[in-house]
Every structure is written in structure tokens, then in C-alpha cells.
């Protein structure tokens, strides 16, 4: 059964009306479902499973943090992927298992890396020889030992969006392929440091798995490589991407992904990471928006939402497209803009579409909304950030108070001069 469906002409989060959700929580607000973060990391740990890989799910942390989704997936024994102390610190809380936990990201900050290695997570992913010097550097003066994966860039285009394209040779991220088999000679330099994992992502929301089996193809050959000159590589990580359906894309399943890429994992005889995040959260989420107004500017129909670019950036940011559904069915479509409150004109959730009749008062669902949405949420505007709420089954809680007003200047000090 889809999570987000409808019964009777009432739209449902598992067994709960999201009109009972609106009316006790307030708008605007994200709901998540339980059920639905659960099959589809099921989903993905069954496809390694089937093939007969060794594997481990890192959950990409950046898609939604929120410490009760993160400590869903930890009970279902899901790893995590995190690319900031902030982030670390939230599975930490969370309850994860620090042996399950990989640190990614082109800038990590000295601090970061200390707290990786206190934590004693199981690696991190080195974007270049000059962050590999510095955890050496810091494993040797704290006494401690680092267990690292290089991530290479295969130089793969992702034929995705170019802001979430990270494989191709003039991204920032990764260290070129040709470059990381002398990188990895000079890890006899580093005492306190040990190679144990490659590391790859081409980019998010990947709809085809040409480019996948591509990438794939090229940093297993490398593995291979390193084997036979000696190094004890225990782990590949494949990265994450694997695309979902926001509109009428067609997406390639788990299976369909593993099936491409098992003759390549199996090879390596390494344990297999991935680093799903948009999968998992993406379609288990939704934000609930009341229309403010409905507004006529000449021939163009707006509908007002309380709900803007600073609650659900990736329209603005990505031209993304989101489903928009009532909570109630009844009253047909039309071609409007729904737009929020913000004050830039790239303030929009939907934009020249087909959208439901809405009144003002009515309350609309954007689809899709589980993954980079309350994530990349912002105060611009002085706007307080939206509640989250968790379903499961015919239960559900806010799992994050709506902002008040105080928090928006919680730090701020007027200086003594003023």
C-alpha cells in the first residue's frame, strides 16, 4: 500500500487523516511515514542481500537529519553517512553505532576530524592529499589510529542536474583516478593512518544506471589494483543517487540497479557501502501548506501559501518539480502558481501548473517533500522554520516544535557601543 494515499476522498499518512495532522499541529508542517522509510531501506538492503553481497547501508545524513528519522533507520540497522560535525553529533544522539558511521565531504575542518576520530567511526572518505595529511597529523597527536577510504572521481557525467552532478572531471569533489594509486604508495608516510576503503558518488537523483555501471566499472578496476600492490582494501563505496519518482520519471528499482553493478561489486571481494539518502527519504515526506489567498494577476491565478523557498528550497533552486494533492478531493484544477510568502520573486512550490481548486483556508500536500526539504530550510525573511511530525500506523507526534519567535535571535548580542 502506498504510505500517502487516499480513502474516501480524504488524503492519509498511513492510517492518520493529514487533515487531523493540519488542524492539531499547525501549518506549515512536514509529515514523514514511518512504514514508508522502512520499505525502502528494506528494499535496498534485500537487493545486496539477493545478489549475495556483503554490504552496509549509510544513510546520507544531508537528506533529513531530524533525530527521530534517524533513529528509525538506526533500529531497522542502517550505518550513516555524514559530511559535518553537526551532522555526526546528530547520529551520535541518535543512537547510531559509531563502526557504522563514514564522514564525507571536500572541507572538513580540523575540529570535524578530531571528533571523527574521538567517536572511533569507521572511516573517512579523503577528498585530497592535503585533508590526508591533516587526519595523520591529528591521529598522531591525539594517539589515535584513522582508518581512511579514498574517494576518486571517475570522471562519469551523471546526466542529471548540474547542481547535484559531482562525478564529472571539474567537479570539486574527489581525487582524479589517475592520481589515487600514488596517493595511496605514500600511505607508508602516514603512521597513524590506514587505507582500508575506496569511495565514489557520481551525483543525486540518478535515473539510469548506465552511468553507475560506468563509474562503478572504473573505480572496481582500481581496487583491484590496490589489492595487488599490497593494500589491505576492505571496503567500496559505491556512493548513493539512485533517483525517485517525483513526477513521471522512470526510475530504476534497487534490484534493477544491483543486478547491473554485481558482477563488478563481486569482484572486488569487498565489503560494499552505499550512501542513500534521497531513496529513503524522499517519498516518505510531504509538506502540508494552507493557502493565505488566492490572488488574480491578469490573466494569472496565484495561490498564497503559508509554506515558501525558505520551508522547500529545491523549487526555487532547482526548478524541482513537486505533486501537489488536496486533502480533499471534490473540487477540480486550475492553471495557477503556487507561491509563498517570501519576498523574492523566485519564491514558488509550483509553478504554470495544473494545480487543485484551492480556497482560501484549504490545505494543500507537496508530494515528494522527505528528503532535502526541512533539510536545506532557512529563516530567511525572519521566518520561523516549519514543525515535523512522524507517523506510524494509526499514531504520529511532532518530532520538531515549530520555531518561536526567540529563536530567531538566540546568540545574537546588541554590543555595549550601541
Known sequence: MDEFHSEGGALFCEDVPLSEIAREAGTPVYVYSHAAL????????????????????????????????LRALSSFGAGADVVSGGELYRVMRAGFDPKKVVFSGVGKTEDELVSGLGERILMFNVE??????????????????????????????????????????????????????????????????????????IGSQLLKTTPYVESVEKTAALVEDLRDAGHDIRYFNIGGGLGIRYHDEETPTPRELVEALRSSLAATGATILCEMGRYIAGNAGVLLTSVLYRKQGGEKTFLVADAGMNDLLRPSLYDAYHEVLPLEDGRGTVHADLVGPVCESGDFLARDRELPDA????????????????????????????????????????VREREHYADLIKGELIPAFL
Open 359 to 398: 480556497r482560501e483556508g484549504d490545505v494543500l500536500a507537496v508530494m515528494g517533500a522527505g528528503a532535502y526539504g526541512f533539510s536545506m530550510a532557512s529563516n530567511y525573511n525572519s521566518r520561523r522554520r516549519p514543525a515535523e511530525v512522524l507517523v506510524r500506523g494509526d499514531r504520529w507526534a511532532v
Open 38 to 69: 522502512e520499505r525502502a531501506y528494506r528494499g535496498l538492503d534485500e537487493a545486496f542481500s539477493g545478489a549475495g553481497l556483503e554490504h552496509m547501508i549509510c544513510y546520507a545524513v544531508k537528506a533529513n537529519g531530524n533525530l527521530a528519522i
Open 128 to 201: 585530497s592529499a592535503g585533508e590526508l595529511e591533516c587526519i595523520s597529523r591529528l591521529a598522531v597527536m591525539h594517539g589515535k589510529r584513522a582508518r581512511v577510504a579514498l574517494r576518486v572521481n571517475p570522471d562519469v557525467e551523471a546526466e542529471t542536474h548540474p547542481h547535484i552532478a559531482t562525478g564529472h572531471s571539474y567537479a570539486k569533489f574527489g581525487i582524479p583516478l589517475e592520481e589515487a594509486a600514488a596517493l595511496a604508495r605514500r600511505m607508508e608516510e602516514y603512521r597513524c593512518v590506514d587505507l582500508i576503503g575506496i569511495h565514489q558518488h
